[in-house]
């Protein structure tokens, strides 16, 4: 299946059929998607939205938490890519969804993927951001909470909402004093 399925991939126009085959990606074991990672990367040059990418990420999570030694200079050359694509999967990658996963990516590894980005002027990389900020707030608040503290003048508007969404409303409230008075 997996050659029918990447055929899709590689020739659909159809949002909803290439949709169909992140979600085949997604229901696969771990360690199928780390025997097709081969193709399975090169996917990224074809993810053009949001709803691709996020699911991508999904992937990206799995197999970066099965094998991290395996991806972690991916995510470091896609972080610097020039794709925005690429730069926004290297961050929502971390984590996808923190409850989804057993392992975490060490904190300093995230706030690295991040901070680069904190002026990035595309908005899906900004919406990363906040994302993944708040990702890692659910895995270390006390040091991303630091972090958003040093950090709240920096991050960009598409991606304050997320970001901030899980803090305590007197928690948001300080951080966004601080954003204002920078």
């Known amino acids: 299946q997996w050659k029918i399925w990447n055929y899709i991939w590689q020739n659909s126009k159809v949002f909803e059929l290439s949709l169909m085959v992140m979600h085949f990606a997604n229901q696969r074991p771990v360690d199928e998607l780390f025997q097709h990672r081969s193709f399975l990367l090169t996917w990224i040059d074809r993810i053009d939205n949001w709803a691709l990418s996020d699911e991508f990420s999904n992937l990206l999570a799995k197999l970066y938490e099965h094998k991290p030694k395996a991806f972690k200079s991916l995510f470091e050359t896609w972080n610097k890519s020039d794709n925005p694509w690429e730069r926004r999967a290297s961050m929502v990658g971390l984590l996808y969804y923190s409850r989804f996963r057993q392992k975490y990516v ?15 002027k595309h908005y899906y990389v900004q919406k990363a951001v906040g994302w993944t900020l708040r990702e890692c707030w659910n895995v270390y608040p006390d040091r991303t909470y630091s972090y958003l503290k040093k950090k709240a003048h920096l ?10 969404e899980k803090l305590s409303k007197a928690d948001k409230a300080l951080l966004t004093q601080i954003r204002k008075k920078s």
């Open 155 to 164: 991050i960009p508007p598409g991606g304050w909402t997320a970001a901030t």
């Open 106 to 120: 060490p904190y300093k590894t995230i706030i690295a993927m991040v901070d680069p980005h904190l002026l990035d």
